[in-house]
Each structure stands twice: as C-alpha cells, then as structure tokens.
C-alpha cells in the first residue's frame, strides 16, 4: 500500500522560506515521477511542481523561479524548497506519484502572512 507523509510546513511571513518533504512508501520510488500539489480554502487542488525519475523539473507559473522541487531515491524522499513565499502561496501542499494517483496523504498547511 502506498503511502505519502509530507511535513515541513507551517506560518512564515511574506517574503520568508520553508522546506517541505514528503516521504513515500509501499512502492518502488526511483522508477516514479513525482509532483507536488496545493489546495487553498475554497479552491480546487492545483499543480505546483513535478520531478521525473530522471530528475528533469516542471513548475506552475505562479511558483516558477522560487521553489525548487528535488528528490532523493536513496531516502525515498521528494521535497519543495520555497523560497520568497507570498500569502497567496497559503494552502495544504500534498505530493503525489505518478505510478499511484490516487493515492494522497494528509497534506501540510502553509500559512504565509502578510
């Protein structure tokens, strides 16, 4: 069974930093895309960035040049550094894998304030 644990989120300022992680279990990680996702309150889950197994990166527009998606096949880990946060970057952040869509995990909350 897959599972995916994100953690590293939490209330920063405009303008600050946050690195979230996401380990991931129940399959084979190197041989996976993975991706990062969001939901704000009141929106549809969006895309935020994506990593293939070869290591080649994808990103929204709105988050492109300030986070940086990044993975680690050895720790079965994939993670977000998000840098220049803004408030409107608020949200649950998830990761996903290709090979299991729908499998998600509880998320973590991102609070930028302003």
């Known amino acids: 069974q897959v599972q995916l644990v994100e953690s590293g989120g939490g209330l920063v300022q405009a303008g600050g930093s946050l690195r979230l992680s996401c380990a991931v279990s129940?399959?084979?990680?190197?041989?996976?895309?993975m991706g990062w996702y969001r939901q704000a309150p009141g929106k549809q889950r969006e895309f935020v960035a994506a990593?293939?197994?070869?290591?080649?990166?994808s990103y929204a527009r709105s988050v492109k040049g300030r986070f940086t998606i990044a993975r680690d096949n050895a720790k079965e880990m994939v993670y977000l550094q998000m840098n220049s946060l803004k408030p409107e970057d608020t949200a649950v952040y998830y990761c996903n894998a290709d090979n299991a869509r729908d499998s998600w995990g509880r998320g973590t909350q991102v609070t930028v304030s302003s």
């Open positions: 990593i293939t197994r070869g290591g080649s990166t």
């Open positions: 129940g399959m084979l990680f190197s041989i996976t895309g």
